[in-house]
């Protein structure tokens, strides 16, 4: 079986958990099927099996969402002979979707997050948000089958596009690479303090950790204002860049200003950090925080059970189904308003109720600790690539047995 892969995101260039989800996706599926992968960002050297494309020149200068239809248009020529196509995020949908009609073939969409649940694009995109939003819904109600990445990611969908088959939709989660996350021991161990240290992280401090792009749904404004609350002794750690706009960038740079005015220990990384120095990051501190208002799974959340560390995480979207309450971390009930925009309802509450979940984990060190052991074994027993990627292919089998 051949199988064509369309993203924005593949490495070296990989911004968020969808970049990761391709990679590693693609990564298993090769001793299983002919695997071609279709990216933006430019050629890619090195990889066989993976074609990079460049802007379209002529739209330079354009909208955004305009240059990505660009783009969009040749990878659905490039697909010829393929057997299924399988697009991820909105930025590749529309070539999906285009490729399966041009070359009479299933197209099969992840669905790692959706436009109408992220009003906020709007301020990135201006008008473009319309186009991101009209491709991503003419590829859910057209495709041959959806993969969405939790249960309530699922629910999401069924309720944006009422217009798709529920019978077309199943759930795969995201998935964790097990060798490749994990605590370092002995030497490295060693390495990895220097490398915490280095980013001015004391390790025998307690320490609360933020690893996400600067964008509205991962909820960093909601925690800046609850860690006001933590004690005075636990470190605030936030691995966090790649802005959506400039206006967000300030509001985030003063909160984090505000912050560093009423307490020591608040250390901001900006630039993206190699998967070796991010678990360095990681394994010095004592928990991990997801403050996200919308949250389609979290790869960054088993990213950090991988590697040990209790997980705190605000109760909706898929971040349930990864984070058992109470034995992996702790879920923050968090009562949304129903706008799209994933804002509490009482923004004051959901921040006290963070702030104090924070704290009972990270002031009991034992707890932490067992916490994180806990998180490793559920990220072995639910989340390995292998499983996920059989769960794939025998979805692959049952839409081009009923296409």
Not at 237 to 261: R, S, Y
Request: glycine residues 10%; proline residues 5%.
């Amino acid at each position: 079986m051949r199988v064509d892969m369309l993203t924005r995101e593949y490495p070296p260039h990989v911004y968020g958990g969808a970049g990761v989800h391709v990679a590693e996706l693609a990564r298993v599926l090769r001793s299983r099927a002919d695997v071609r992968v279709h990216c933006f960002d430019g050629p890619r050297e090195g990889e066989e099996g993976v074609r990079g494309y460049s802007a379209v020149a002529e739209l330079a200068g354009t909208n955004a969402a305009l240059q990505t239809f660009g783009v969009d248009l040749a990878m659905a020529d490039a697909v010829r002979g393929t057997d299924i196509v399988h697009s991820h995020t909105w930025y590749a949908n529309l070539a999906g979707h285009l490729g399966g009609l041009l070359h009479d073939v299933p197209h099969v969409l992840s669905a790692h997050s959706l436009e109408p649940l992220r009003p906020w694009k709007a301020e990135q995109l201006g008008g473009g948000y319309a186009l991101s939003s009209w491709a991503e819904r003419t590829a859910y109600e057209g495709a041959a089958g959806v993969v969405a990445v939790s249960g309530g990611m699922r629910e999401d969908i069924l309720r944006s596009y009422p217009a798709v088959d529920p019978a077309k939709v199943t759930v795969i989660h995201n998935g964790i690479d097990l060798a490749g996350w994990q605590r370092p021991a002995g030497e490295e161990s060693e390495r990895a303090e220097q490398v915490a240290r280095s980013h001015g992280i004391d390790p025998t401090r307690p320490a609360v950790v933020f690893v996400g792009r600067i964008t509205r749904q991962k909820g960093l404004p909601h925690l800046l204002r609850a860690a006001r609350a933590l004690p005075e002794d636990v470190q605030l750690v936030l691995c966090a860049g790649a802005p959506d706009t400039p206006a967000l960038m300030a509001e985030v740079q003063a909160g984090v200003e505000e912050l560093k005015a009423t307490r020591g220990g608040v250390v901001w990384i900006e630039q993206m950090l190699s998967r070796a120095d991010l678990i360095a990051v990681l394994t010095a501190c004592t928990v991990f925080v997801c403050p996200s208002v919308y949250e389609p799974l979290g790869i960054v959340n088993l990213e950090a059970m991988a590697v040990g560390l209790p997980v705190v995480g605000s109760a909706t979207g898929g971040i349930p189904e990864v984070v058992d309450d109470g034995v992996t971390g702790t879920l923050v009930p968090i009562d949304q308003v129903t706008d799209g925009t994933g804002t509490p309802v009482d923004p004051a509450r959901f921040e006290a109720d963070l702030a104090a979940a924070l704290t009972a984990v990270v002031t009991d060190e034992t707890r932490a600790a067992e916490m994180g052991a806990a998180g490793r074994r559920r990220a072995e027993e639910h989340f390995s690539w292998e499983s996920i990627a059989d769960r794939t292919m025998a979805f692959y089998e049952q839409v081009l047995a009923g296409s």
